[in-house]
C-alpha cells in the first residue's frame, strides 16, 4: 500500500498557485519525498523530491515539514498544461525491496 | 540526453498469446524498472533489473517475465495472455547508485497493450 494520502482532486485557476498537500505521517528518517506527474496516457514524468530540507527546481517547489509528516508541491504559476494526475511517493523499502509505490494521486485540473 | 524509449508504443494481441515488449533506459542508466498500469488497480511495479539480473519483484504472477541484456536494455515478456492484462507497460531508468535511496526513476512513454 502507499505510504501517502493525497486529495483525489484540485481545481486551480490558470496563472495562479497550485498547492498540492501529501501526507505522510509514517515516513522514516531515511525515506525520501518523491513528486511525479502524469499526464493523460503518457509516462509519468519526474518533477521533485526531497528529504527535510525544501527544494526549488526549475518546474516546483517541495515544502516539508519540519517533523516530515507532509509536504506541499508547488507549481508557482500553473498553467493548462500542468493539469495531470500528481503522485506523492514515499521512496522505501517493501516486502520486495526498493521500488516505488504508487497511490490513486491527485488530479489537478487547471482552469482557464 | 535522449530519454526513455519503449517499443512498440500499442500491440493488440489475443488471448493466450505471448508478447515481448522492449525498453531502451537513458544512457548511462544501469537500472530498469517495470511497472502495470490499469484503470482499476493504478501504477503497479512488476520488477526491477540491474546489472543483467533481477533485484526486486511484484507481486505477478510467473507469467510476467523479463531480462536485462548487457547494454542495460530490458525486455519483458507476458505469456498466455489474458484479458485483464491490458494495460499500460511502464518501463523506467534509474542510475541505481547502490544503497542510496534518492535514486530518481525517470519513465518512458509506455506501450499500451491491448488483449482481445
Known amino acids: 500500500d502507499a505510504k501517502t494520502t493525497q486529495p483525489p482532486s484540485m481545481d486551480c485557476a490558470e496563472g495562479r498557485a497550485a498547492n498540492l498537500p501529501c501526507n505522510h505521517s509514517t515516513i522514516s528518517g531515511n525515506e525520501y519525498v518523491y513528486w511525479y506527474r502524469q499526464i493523460h496516457s503518457q509516462g509519468p514524468q519526474y518533477i521533485i523530491h526531497?528529504?527535510?530540507n525544501n527544494e526549488t527546481n526549475e518546474m516546483a517547489s517541495l515544502i516539508i515539514t519540519e517533523d516530515r509528516k507532509s509536504s506541499t508541491l508547488i507549481l508557482p504559476h500553473a498553467t493548462l498544461r500542468d493539469t495531470a494526475v500528481y503522485y506523492c511517493?514515499?521512496?522505501?523499502?517493501?516486502?520486495?525491496?526498493?521500488?516505488?509505490?504508487f497511490g490513486p494521486g491527485t488530479r489537478l485540473s487547471v482552469l482557464p | 540526453k535522449a530519454g526513455v524509449t519503449q517499443t512498440p508504443r500499442y500491440l493488440i494481441k489475443t488471448r493466450g498469446q505471448q508478447v515481448t515488449l522492449s525498453c531502451s533506459p537513458i544512457?548511462?542508466?544501469?537500472?530498469v524498472s517495470w511497472y502495470q498500469q490499469t484503470p482499476g488497480q493504478g501504477l503497479q511495479f512488476l520488477f526491477e533489473y540491474f546489472s543483467e539480473t533481477q533485484r526486486n519483484k511484484g507481486n505477478f504472477p510467473g507469467r510476467f517475465s523479463g531480462r536485462q541484456f548487457s547494454n542495460s536494455r530490458s525486455e519483458m515478456n507476458v505469456s498466455t495472455l489474458e484479458l485483464g492484462d491490458s494495460a499500460l507497460y511502464l518501463c523506467?531508468?534509474?542510475?541505481?547508485?547502490?544503497?542510496?535511496?534518492?535514486?530518481?526513476?525517470?519513465f518512458g512513454p509506455g506501450t499500451r497493450l491491448t488483449v482481445l
Open positions: 526531497g528529504l527535510k
Open positions: 511517493i514515499v521512496r522505501g523499502r517493501d516486502n520486495y525491496g526498493q521500488n516505488f509505490v
Open positions: 523506467a531508468s534509474s542510475p541505481r547508485l547502490a544503497g542510496d535511496l534518492a535514486d530518481t526513476q525517470y
Open positions: 544512457s548511462g542508466h544501469r537500472s
